[in-house]
């Protein structure tokens, strides 16, 4: 097998669906099931971990229904006090409360005619609980500190990872609001059963922060990748996505260098990434030097005192391909 994944290689091979990378059956499924729903106007239900890249399935939904002409509102749940939650979905009146100097359109009046999008709708308050099922049955609501009724034609796509049936039980979320939202379940599947997809994502994310950044990095040490589809990604494509574009920062050559804590989760090792940039800068240097020859009299390995199969061990943890680098040295020549 080829010791690195070329950038070039990995292209074309994303979904035809914005942001969303990968081949895996699991994922194939998934779109299949956005494919299918997109047509109507029924609500759905994403569920799955967190990181897992519900909001991108959901303005997936979105953007292949009849309402991709319109907004696409989102409301994480989660990050909203509940005091202010009600304000932020139906929107209020001035003078409704404290504070309220001006008068505020809510999320839900933003979203009509499109999508809104309840991330984590399992922190939903239990107290507003019924007033957004009122609003779906029967897509009326009223602002706060309005007694006038409004209407709405909103399609509704809501995401948890929570057990909502579990809260149910513990009468922590209303049964009669989980089985309105429940109309169209699709399952997000983790990282850890979407293996397959890691170098595509690697790749995107690669060339993503590469051209963000300035920086031209065009492969990545099989080797790495490897080790990356061992890992079990408790946080999922955000958990990957945060790896690679801090392993973005810190490569300073084409050869993308990731690298890993022991844990994956881990703080940044400065020693040991100062340590790895020293050794590669070191090594490369005596490549192009012997014009990428490694082993003989006249090789990188003995003028750097080390065996043969050390050194390839070293360059190949470190991302170092030696015919990149006989290849700028060959450029310099001829420049």
Known sequence: MNQELSLIEAKGSE???????????A??????????VAASDATV?????????KELIARAIHDRSQRQSENFVTLNCAAIPGPLFESELFGHERGAFTGAHVQRVGRLELADRGTLFLDEVGDLPLELQ??????????????????????????LVAATNCDLEGMMTEKQFRSDLYYRLNVFPIHIPP??????????????????????????????AEATIQKLQRWHWPGNVRELENLIERSVILSHNNVLTVSLPAKMNGAINAVEVVGNFEEQERIVRMLQETKGRISGPNGAALRLGVKRSTLLDRMKKLGINPRDVKTRFAMSIAQ
Do not use: C, N, W
């Open 45 to 53: 239900l994403l569920l799955g971990e967190t990181g897992t890249g």
């Open 130 to 155: 019924p007033k957004l099922l009122r609003t779906l049955q029967q897509r009326a609501y009223e602002r706060v500190g309005s007694a006038r009724t409004k209407t709405v034609d909103v399609r």
């Open 191 to 220: 990282l850890r059963e979407r293996r397959e997809d890691i170098p595509m994502l690697v790749q995107h994310f690669m060339q993503k922060y590469a051209q963000r950044m300035g920086k031209r990095i065009e492969s990545v």
């Open 27 to 36: 994922l194939r499924q998934v779109l299949q099931l956005v494919e299918i």
């Open 15 to 25: 979904s035809d669906f914005a942001g969303i990378v990968g081949q895996s059956a």
